[in-house]
């Protein structure tokens, strides 16, 4: 049976290097992206060059009616959804708590908790048995920060995740008689463009010497657990964590 995923975030970092490994999996990839149309173009052109199957899907995963409207064009292009990696998300500037204000705080919340659960929402429609579904898995993509609180940097990005981590168990025990498995992958300090947001493009061989392993990780090792998750050698695996995070 036809294997059909959609990578929320895909076009840069873990869900671009996720979009790759799943299509050299088999699946038919569904890379979406909020902006950067030129940087998701050539994660499908990467896929379609080696004789797989994707396509580009513009959608804000904050705004209901586009995460809608982007399963809809899913559903049309690629076919029936069996998978879902929920991992776009976002962080804002470097700063202690005190100095936030309420937008940023909703900007960070809407993108990386209220997208998470609509698109999760959206793909339980489609593949939960009660829905006359086939079932399928979805990943979650959090953080360490869920288990740091990132002080000094972003606790608000961090809470988002731990946010995501209480999804995961809840949505795993909820749809586990439904054909669906659901779990989370822990990134550490991972090599991608996350970090300029934050205001510290090198944030990562700054802080590398507080990992057990002594380095950053890649887009590549994070994608390679996301895969395992989704895999049937993970049958017996829902409301589960894999840290990506060098022992951090
Ligand atoms: P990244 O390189 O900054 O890429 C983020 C991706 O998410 C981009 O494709 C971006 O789209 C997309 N995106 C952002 N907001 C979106 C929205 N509202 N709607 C749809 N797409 C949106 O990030 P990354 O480092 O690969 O991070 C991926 C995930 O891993 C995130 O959930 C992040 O929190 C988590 N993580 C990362 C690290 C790390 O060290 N890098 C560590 C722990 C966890 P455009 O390309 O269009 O901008």
Do not use: C
């Given at each position: 049976m036809k294997k059909v995923m959609i990578v929320t975030g895909g076009g840069r970092g873990i869900g671009a290097a996720t979009a790759r490994l799943a299509a050299q999996r088999g699946y038919a990839v569904g890379v979406n992206y909020l902006s950067n149309d030129a940087a998701a173009s050539s994660v499908v052109a990467t896929i379609r060059d080696a004789g797989g199957e994707a396509v580009a899907l513009q959608a804000n995963v904050a705004v209901e009616a586009e995460v809608v409207a982007m399963f809809q064009e899913a559903d049309r292009r690629l076919g029936p959804l069996s998978a879902l990696v929920n991992n776009a998300g976002m962080l804002q500037k470097q700063m202690r708590l005190e100095d936030m204000d309420a937008e940023r705080l909703r900007r960070v919340l809407d993108t990386n908790v209220v997208g998470a659960f609509l698109c999760a929402r959206e793909a339980v429609r489609r593949m939960s048995s009660r829905h006359g579904g086939s079932g399928g898995a979805i990943v979650n993509v959090s953080s360490a920060a869920a288990r740091t609180g990132s002080p000094g940097e972003y606790v608000d990005y961090a809470a988002s995740k731990g946010a995501l981590d209480t999804m995961t168990i809840g949505l795993a025990h909820e749809v586990a008689a439904d054909g669906i498995r659901v779990n989370g992958v822990r990134p550490g300090f991972i090599?991608?463009?996350?970090?300029?947001?934050?205001?510290?493009?090198?944030?990562?061989?700054?802080?590398?010497?507080?990992?057990?392993?002594?380095?950053?990780?890649?887009?590549?090792?994070?994608?390679?657990?996301?895969?395992?998750?989704?895999?049937?050698?993970?049958?017996?695996?829902?409301?589960?964590?894999?840290?990506?995070?060098?022992?951090?």
């Open positions: 090599y991608t463009d996350m970090h300029a947001s934050g205001g510290e493009p090198g944030r990562v061989d700054r802080v590398k010497q507080f990992v057990p392993l002594k380095r950053g990780g890649t887009a590549e090792e994070v994608a390679a657990a996301i895969l395992w998750l989704l895999s049937d050698e993970a049958a017996y695996t829902t409301g589960g964590f894999i840290d990506v995070a060098g022992g951090r």
